[in-house]
């Protein structure tokens, strides 16, 4: 057994499951609209999710527009002349950002009351689109968002403080559908899967504001004090919306397991999803994996990294996976593979890293230290020095990551 080939077989299988393409496809074939429509898709897998919409609908969309991140359009739906796309910036919102949202916002008020409306959002939309009380500025944006990353939040505290700030999160965008009968598709890229967190919820109220961190910079906490309150969830303006989840972080496990036996493989998916410190989440994971069953063992979720002033390459995936390689030394017979289903680990160009028992010497012998590496934030260049970055480009999908481990019958002890 090729036990690589076998772990990257097996996240292809992931990302194939909850492809934005297919997703969409399925989900409007199975519910079409009625007649025309017009298209919104926001997110990292907007353009996958607007190829699905035209696969199922084809010359029924009349017009759209299409936000994504840079360098994550397809060509066919950027040379479709019913479409205006905008690359945007992510993670740390710019310009871009809020010239995506006004338009965002134009898009919608300039569609006409009896207009039918299909929504695609997907993770990474809390950074491409974006409008601020007034006087706000880019430079803040910038600002609040590299403040934010380096907190040791989860997504959900994040797009707490984002919704917080902004004239169109925390549902405040919905008000613009004027209750316009509306299909909000969701790719969730956020523990739980809830509606109102994917995206910050751009046309989904939250329950609740939340406990702001205390020390937020103060400046945010007063803009927060300007924005208007998001419409309630009987509101008018929400009354055509529906909504449905296309793809989830469990549909990725689930695909996992499904190929793993088919494969011939003993499968342990361990459901408890993966959150806060990526590294001890890998101290864990290789606990795990060393002392537990041969076979797949495979985890999904989103563990964080605090960031130091000036980090390196590679995010939280690479992290996770530099950290169970040092705790798997000496283990034969054990394999990792934690990457982001999106394509994108953090700082560089890698989704994340297939790592085994030797992973740490490699990298030694190109002069490199794995605790050094960790502390300074720059896994990513450990891992491509000891050969073990992986890299898929852009998935067409986000639903946040997952970690297949392998261990041979017999061995790993």
């Known amino acids: 057994m090729d036990h690589r080939e076998t772990l990257q077989q097996l996240f292809r299988a992931a990302l194939e499951r909850v492809g934005g393409r297919p997703a969409v496809r399925h989900a409007l074939e199975d519910d079409p609209p009625a007649g025309a429509v017009h298209l919104l898709a926001i997110g990292k897998a907007a353009s996958a999710m607007t190829q699905g919409a035209l ?139 809830d509606p109102a967190v994917i995206g910050s919820g751009l046309f989904v109220p939250s329950a609740g504001s939340g406990t702001l961190p205390g020390d937020l910079p103060a400046w945010a906490r007063e803009a927060a004090k300007a924005v208007p309150a998001p419409p309630a969830a009987d509101d008018p303006a929400l ?22 036996r088919r494969l011939g493989l003993s499968v342990q998916v361990h459901r408890e999803q993966l959150a806060g410190d990526a590294l001890r989440a890998g101290e864990a994971i290789a606990d795990q994996l060393v002392h537990g069953a041969a076979g797949i063992h495979v985890w999904g979720g989103e563990p964080t990294v605090a960031l130091p002033d000036n980090p390196g390459q590679g995010g939280r995936a690479q992290a996770l996976a530099l950290t169970a390689a040092a705790c798997m030394e000496g283990h034969r017979g054990v394999w990792l593979l934690a990457a982001g289903t999106d394509g994108t680990d953090g700082p560089g160009n890698a989704a994340g890293a297939l790592v085994d028992h030797q992973t740490c010497f490699r990298g030694r012998q190109a002069g490199l230290d794995p605790d050094v590496s960790l502390e300074a934030a720059d896994s990513g260049r450990f891992l491509e020095a000891s050969g073990d970055l992986l890299r898929t480009g852009p998935t067409g999908t986000n639903v946040m990551d997952v970690v297949i481990g392998l261990k041979d019958s017999g061995e790993g002890r």
């Open 55 to 193: 696969d199922a609908l084809d010359d029924r969309i009349a017009s759209g527009l299409v936000v994504t991140k840079t360098d994550h359009l397809g060509r066919a739906v950027a040379e479709d002349p019913r479409f205006r796309c905008m690359e945007t910036a992510h993670p740390i919102p710019d310009g871009s950002s809020l010239a995506a949202g006004a338009a965002v916002v134009a898009f919608l008020d300039e569609l006409p009351d009896d207009a039918e409306l299909v929504v695609l959002i997907s993770g990474g939309a809390s950074s491409l689109v974006e409008l601020l009380p007034e006087g706000l500025t880019a430079d803040h944006l910038a600002e609040l968002n590299q403040w934010l990353l380096g907190q040791h939040l989860a997504i959900d505290g994040i797009n707490a403080v984002r919704r917080a700030i902004s004239r169109i999160k925390g549902g405040r965008l919905a008000r613009h559908l004027r209750g316009r009968r509306t299909r909000l598709l969701l790719i969730s890229d956020v523990p739980g899967d």
């Open 239 to 260: 009354a055509g919306l529906t909504r449905s989840l296309v793809a989830t972080n469990a549909d990725a496990l689930d695909a996992v397991e499904e190929r793993g």
